[in-house]
């Protein structure tokens, strides 16, 4: 079975400045998707960045982009020049090939964005 | 685009009452639509996936009888909570998906989530 795994409950980041959040992912498809999402305190559920597995160029939004490494099964979100209203939830999410295209979320990684 | 609803926001009911909640696609059809129910500061656990016209799948654990949910159209899907009690007071999240195209991410889109209390 397919698992997404967010290994920091919680990190800092000093406004201004650049944190990255770590996912690591089992699965035995070569085909997939991944993506970061972002939950802020109004709980919507945000979508940042999605990356294709057979697309070997890391996917980049704006201040945000990934380092995917596929061999790896880690899939990392870098949040460049931190702002505020960065801070929030961010949950890694995993979708397989066929079948119903569930989502497999991480546990979530809490950001706080320090003035 | 890719708008997604839901209503109410916010709900107390008491205990023993069923309440419904709708998740309306605004500006997509959506094949299918997912609910998920989201407990404070952890993860989504999806409940059940559901296709237009079709009986939804339920996530093993999950309750069919007491969660029922209903996809009568490719706009709109609900989940009606029968006898509720104070422990399926939770956050609950609709999601709905577009038919995939060749390429297609298949990602999901998320409603801003309901609130229900049960007192």
């Known amino acids: 079975a397919q698992t997404v795994t967010q290994s920091q409950p919680e990190m800092s980041v000093q406004e201004a400045e650049t944190v990255t959040l770590s996912c690591t992912y089992d699965?035995?498809?070569?085909?997939?998707?991944l993506f970061w999402y972002k939950q802020p305190p109004s709980r919507q559920m945000i979508l940042v960045i999605r990356?294709?597995?057979?697309?070997?160029q890391n996917a980049t939004e704006n201040r945000f982009s990934v380092n995917f490494q596929k061999a790896a099964k880690s899939f990392s979100l870098k949040i460049s020049d931190s702002q505020l209203g960065d801070a929030a939830m961010y949950f890694c999410a995993y979708i397989g090939p066929g079948g119903t295209y569930k989502y497999i979320f991480g546990t979530g990684t809490r950001l706080k964005v320090l003035a | 685009g890719a708008v997604v609803s839901q209503h109410p926001s916010w709900v107390i009911c008491k205990s023993g009452t069923s309440v419904k909640i709708e998740c309306r696609s605004l500006d997509f059809q959506a094949t299918t639509m997912f609910w998920y129910r989201q407990f404070p500061k952890q993860s989504l656990m999806l409940m059940a996936t559901s296709n237009e016209g079709s009986k939804a799948t339920y996530e093993q654990g999950v309750e069919k009888d007491k969660f029922l949910i209903n996809h009568a159209s490719l706009t709109l899907s609900t989940l009606t909570v029968t006898s509720a009690h104070p422990e399926d007071s939770s956050f609950y999240i609709c999601?709905?998906?577009?038919?995939?195209?060749?390429?297609?991410?298949?990602?999901?889109?998320f409603g801003p989530g309901t609130r229900l209390t049960v007192t």
């Open positions: 699965t035995s498809e070569s085909d997939y998707y």
């Open positions: 999601s709905a998906q577009t038919v995939g195209t060749s390429g297609s991410a298949h990602e999901q889109y």
């Open positions: 990356q294709e597995a057979y697309k070997q």
